[in-house]
């Protein structure tokens, strides 16, 4: 088992014990826990988050919301592995300009 997919583990089991449900966070990150492990990954980095969160699925709304979901992730993985990056804010349908989105539309 990847050292993502076992933080990923943690994660939840952790969250979930302070009374949060996280259903449909725990299947994102599990998507893009298995996005990084086929890119070869063993850290989070925005890069790997805008790529995923970018995939096909949604507009501006499901790319911030998708962010967000690994944002959270990230800044608990920081704490264990500082080679983490936590994905910047300002995505999603207020911030449809600037530098930062220009990453995700090329």
Known sequence: MSPLRLALEDYLSLRRSLGFKLERAGKLLAQFVVFCEDAGAD?????????????????????GHRLSVVRSFARYLVFFD??????????????RTGPALSVLTG
């Open 43 to 63: 850290v989070v980095t925005t890069e790997l988050a805008l790529a995923w969160a970018a995939l096909p699925e949604g507009g501006p709304n499901w790319v």
């Open 82 to 95: 500082q080679r983490t990056q936590v994905p910047p804010t300002g995505f999603g349908p207020k911030a």
